[in-house]
């Protein structure tokens, strides 16, 4: 088994911009991505903060610049999800389905996982025909799409979604989360609905494989029917595959730098792609220092 010196778990903006680092510096790292390399920034409809874009870039468009990067660098990412991490032997272990393969340095930038609301829970067309992220549903045409949330990610995914097809935002409260130029967006959308204060009972399919959401709003009963139900009510922080022995060992591993973390999977709710892209260059830059210190 090839010993590595770095190895990255998730390939969005954090890992590629920690990865891109590490080869200005001579280390080609293991950059492992289970499902599309870019994240959830393949979900966004426009991404305005990020320096260098005056007129904004969409999600997609700005991970195909990413790709491209990585492409010119001469960094391979490998398709596969890290089932456990563990560290055994003053190295860390990380499995995949097929392969095991080992790192001295570990940095994770894994992001966050959908938080699946109860009412969801059970259904088993889960990417068929609900769904926690987009990028899969930006192809489709004159369908009837219905988002569940009230934040930031909601309101983007809705005007995305919208160009093409009719949205309904359903908010379980009376209070907005996004932010005020998201709502301004959404109010000039032909394309987007908006109900607050709905309280939904039951989601299921019918016998057309339409979702139906049984609800109430303002003491009334009523049914919706739509091609594509998608959650977005909320973020959490994804570290399944971090073993009992390494989550035991974790606060000792970060000390001695040898474990790190960057972008969502450390930031709580702060999910910005410039933080995620500095929070991986710093990580890089630490994880190069520590090397050169300790002669790994």
Do not use: E, F, T, Y
């Given at each position: 088994m090839k010993k590595n010196k770095i190895a990255i778990i998730g390939a969005g903006p954090a890992g590629i911009a920690a990865a891109l680092q590490l080869k200005r510096q001579g280390i080609s790292p293991l950059l492992f991505e289970k499902n599309q390399i870019g994240g959830l920034l393949l979900n966004a409809n426009r991404v305005d903060n990020y320096p260098g874009f005056p007129r904004g870039i969409?999600?997609?468009e700005l991970v195909s610049l990413l790709r491209k990067q990585l492409k010119v660098m001469s960094i391979a990412v490998t398709k596969a999800k890290v089932e456990e991490l563990d560290f055994k032997k003053n190295e860390f272990r990380?499995?995949?389905?097929?392969k095991e393969y080992s790192?001295?340095?570990?940095?994770?930038t894994s992001g966050t996982a959908a938080v699946i609301p109860e009412e969801l829970s059970a259904i088993p067309e889960w990417n068929k025909k609900v769904f926690s992220e987009i990028w899969?549903?930006?192809?489709?045409?004159?369908?009837?799409?219905?988002?569940?949330g009230a934040g930031d990610a909601a309101f983007d995914y809705a005007l995305s979604l919208a160009r093409k097809n009719e949205v309904i935002i359903l908010n379980r409260s009376a209070h907005k989360k996004c932010s005020p130029g998201l709502w301004l967006e959404t109010l000039k959308s032909s394309g987007i609905s908006y109900l607050a204060n709905v309280r939904i009972s039951k989601v299921g399919l019918d016998k057309h494989r339409q979702v139906v959401i049984d609800y109430r709003q303002q003491l009334r009963d009523s049914a919706l029917e739509v091609d594509f139900l998608v959650a977005a009510c909320g973020r959490r922080m994804q570290l399944d595959c971090l073993s009992k022995n390494l989550s035991r060992l974790r606060g000792q591993l970060e000390q001695s730098g040898l474990l790190y973390f960057a972008g969502d999977v450390a930031n709580g709710s702060f999910r910005q792609v410039g933080i995620a892209v500095g929070d991986g260059i710093r990580a890089a830059m630490k994880m190069v220092k520590k090397l050169g210190e300790s002669g790994i």
């Open positions: 969409s999600g997609p990380l499995a995949s389905k097929d790192s001295r340095m570990v940095l994770l899969s549903l930006r192809g489709k045409q004159n369908k009837k799409i219905a988002i569940i």
